[in-house]
């Protein structure tokens, strides 16, 4: 198995244990793959959600540019609301799962195909 293939699984089971969502796997790889190198990396493949220059990242690099979102309150209130699924408190938030779960969110899962 890969190593991308191993991360895949630890997102999935984050997503099951953490999150209740049975994973899409077609849908989690390709996000995985839309991440790029980055998930290989401790710092840039988890998000810190009390830090709001990270919210913004999400916000701006993910939603805005990469799922093509106008800006607006309503982005702001989404990310709060999968980090409040993930957990405040779980420490490792995977930067995947969180775009895994906004795209469903949002219904753009089609940018990935």
Same mark, same amino acid.
């Given at each position: 198995m890969s190593a991308r293939d191993e991360l895949i699984v630890k997102y999935a089971a984050d997503l099951k244990d953490k999150c209740s969502v049975n994973p899409?796997?077609? /849908?989690?790889? =390709?996000v995985t793959i839309g991440c790029g190198p980055s998930i290989y990396n401790d710092d840039s493949a988890t998000v810190a959600g009390?830090?709001?220059?990270?919210?913004?990242t999400v916000k701006n690099n993910? /939603?805005?540019? =990469?799922?093509?979102?106008?800006?607006?309150?309503e982005l702001d209130a989404a990310i709060d609301a999968v980090m409040e699924k993930y957990g405040r408190s779980n420490r490792n938030k995977y930067r995947v799962v969180i775009y895994y779960l906004l795209a469903v969110h949002f219904k753009k899962e089609s940018v990935y195909n």
């Amino acid at each position: 198995m890969s190593a991308r293939d191993e991360l895949i699984v630890k997102y999935a089971a984050d997503l099951k244990d953490k999150c209740s969502v049975n994973p899409d796997m077609d /849908l989690l790889t =390709k996000v995985t793959i839309g991440c790029g190198p980055s998930i290989y990396n401790d710092d840039s493949a988890t998000v810190a959600g009390s830090q709001q220059a990270e919210l913004d990242t999400v916000k701006n690099n993910f /939603l805005i540019k =990469k799922l093509g979102l106008a800006d607006g309150p309503e982005l702001d209130a989404a990310i709060d609301a999968v980090m409040e699924k993930y957990g405040r408190s779980n420490r490792n938030k995977y930067r995947v799962v969180i775009y895994y779960l906004l795209a469903v969110h949002f219904k753009k899962e089609s940018v990935y195909n």
